[in-house]
């Protein structure tokens, strides 16, 4: 499994961008990149996966260059209510049935008034 | 939207005691999962579950665990002796055929 290197923490003020980068030097070449959220005493929420270049949703997007070992999460104009744990895990993307998330510590991310 | 729920929120056990813990994963979801996360650390993978039969599990998920899919809907983690560092957040998991694995709100284990 790859091994991910992301900031144990951030912090930013409510309203600001916020970009979260995530270090998967030997990423496989059928790994995706996958992030996920959690909240104090919930579990991990799914945020985003890409495989490469940009994907976006309604609450992130995810910038992956092209040699793929690294990628970034970006959250526009953070709330409180985002402050929280950020997962960055890389591996089998989508159809890849039974596997298991490897987390690591994380980036707390705490959003300031 | 539909989700994982997990029975109950908070057990509280003697050490050497059985435990279940109980989840129900979205419907027509293939694969399930537990997770847990001991105070203040990773998430960690023990054991995933598909077609009615264990698909991988961990060292953690030692013989004192077992897994069962009971009827349809439920899916049950058992501790059968349960010891002081089983206290933890247990999560259960559930995905269709893709990557994104759906959480549920997790049981707070604590064993005295």
């Known amino acids: 499994l790859a091994k991910t290197t992301q900031p144990i923490s951030m912090d930013s003020y409510e309203g600001q961008e916020v970009n979260i980068t995530c270090s998967h030097n030997?990423?496989?070449?059928?790994?995706?990149i996958t992030w996920y959220q959690q909240f104090p005493s919930q579990g991990p929420r799914f945020i985003i996966q890409?495989?490469?270049t940009k994907v976006t949703n309604e609450v992130a997007s995810l910038f992956i260059p092209a040699d793929r070992k690294s990628s970034t999460l970006s959250l526009p104009r953070v709330s409180l209510s985002d402050t929280a744990v950020y997962y960055c895990?890389?591996?089998?993307?989508?159809?890849?049935?039974?596997?298991?998330?490897?987390f690591g510590k994380g980036t707390k991310l705490s959003v300031i008034p | 939207e539909p989700e994982v729920t997990q029975t109950p929120s908070h057990q509280v056990t003697q050490m050497g005691q059985e435990v279940i813990l109980r989840c129900v994963p979205i419907?027509?979801?293939?694969?399930f999962y537990w997770y847990r996360q001991i105070l203040g650390q990773k998430v960690e993978f023990l054991v995933s579950?598909?077609?009615?039969?264990?698909?991988?599990k961990s060292e953690i998920f030692d013989d004192q665990f077992s897994v069962e899919r009971p009827d349809g809907s439920n899916f049950t983690l058992k501790i059968r002796s349960t010891k002081l560092e089983d206290s933890a957040m247990y999560f259960c998991?559930?995905?269709?055929?893709?990557?994104?694995?759906?959480f549920g709100p997790g049981t707070r284990l604590t064993v005295l």
């Open positions: 890409g495989y490469k």
């Open positions: 895990l890389v591996g089998p993307g989508s159809g890849a049935g039974s596997y298991q998330l490897t």
């Open positions: 998991a559930s995905t269709p055929v893709y990557n994104e694995q759906f």
């Open positions: 579950f598909y077609n009615n039969e264990i698909s991988e």
């Open positions: 419907s027509n979801h293939l694969y």
């Open positions: 030997n990423i496989a070449t059928n790994d995706y």
